[in-house]
């Protein structure tokens, strides 16, 4: 067993779970997944730092590595860039989830015509959890393409995970505002927001406190690397722990520059108790996924 694997087999064994639930992983087709490394390698205008990716693998290597991590639930997340690739990444995840029965049956979509006839199918379907990136997209939350996609996403109660904070660079379709008004008009929506809204921390908090069903993953907050640019602020820890119930691990693995037990570690040291830390490492996943 390597040091990483013990490490982390330590941490779920001693807060006595079965495992963890990590709900921002990523797997995407090989060609894209090869793109998304190579602009992390460039350090391009999205990116705007030295990101040197660690985990490198095949998708069998991954898989197992996860596996051997003990992370039992974990999501695929495909993102869709520009128009038109949506239902290449959604097949793709699909047939992904179908081999890989720890994998939540992850999709995207994409502000285009089509998007609600497809959002529509997958969710009848059986779909798990979407995923939209707007910093990647560039696109906003509430085009009026998207009316019927949140109205859908609302009465189903899908979860999607939504990067929308301005880190780790900030464009025109970043920040807290175009969720605001989307959750002004769908109230009801599963969200999840990615890396806590990184580096609007206050007000991404402040709604998951206003809105019942908002969530926040804790991707790559509280590491060493966020911690350098972007550190999530402590006089908001005690509103974390009043939020106890809608904080969701989440990892990035494997687009991360550190080993995995180190997102692990940075949960731990906020001191925030084992109740915390078994609720936000497997009881909150597990009872929004089931
Ligand atoms: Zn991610």
Known sequence: MTDEVAQVRAFWQGLGLPGLFDVHVHFLPEN?????YAQFDQAGPKIG?????????????????????????????????????????????????????ECLWSATFYPEPEAPAYVGKLVADGVEV?????????????????????????????????????????????????LRRVLERFPGLTVVVAHMGAPEYAEFLALAEAYEHT??????????????????????????????????????FPTIPYPYPHQLEGLERLGLGEDWLRAVCWGNGTRLFG
Not at 67 to 86: E, N, Q, T
Not at 131 to 154: I, M, R, Y
Not at 234 to 248: A, F, I, N, S, T
């Open 130 to 178: 979407f995923k939209v990136h707007v910093q990647v997209g560039e696109f906003h939350l509430d085009a009026p393409e998207l009316d019927d996609v949140w109205g859908t996403l609302e009465d189903a109660g899908t979860p999607i995970v939504v990067h929308a904070g301005s880190g780790p660079v900030g464009n025109a379709y970043t920040g807290p505002d175009p």
């Open 49 to 101: 730092r030295e990101w040197p990716i660690r985990y490198r693998g095949s998708h069998e290597e991954r898989v197992a590595h996860l596996r051997d991590l003990g992370v039992r639930r974990f999501s695929a997340l495909p993102y869709a860039h520009r128009p038109g690739i949506a239902t290449y990444l959604n097949d793709w995840a699909r047939s992904f989830a179908e081999q890989v029965p």
């Open 32 to 36: 894209v997944q090869r793109k998304v």
């Open 215 to 252: 969530f926040l993953d804790t991707t790559m907050v509280f590491t060493d690397f966020f911690d350098a640019e972007a550190p999530y602020p402590r006089d908001l820890l005690p509103r974390l722990v009043d939020l106890q119930e809608k904080v969701l691990l989440g990892s990035d």
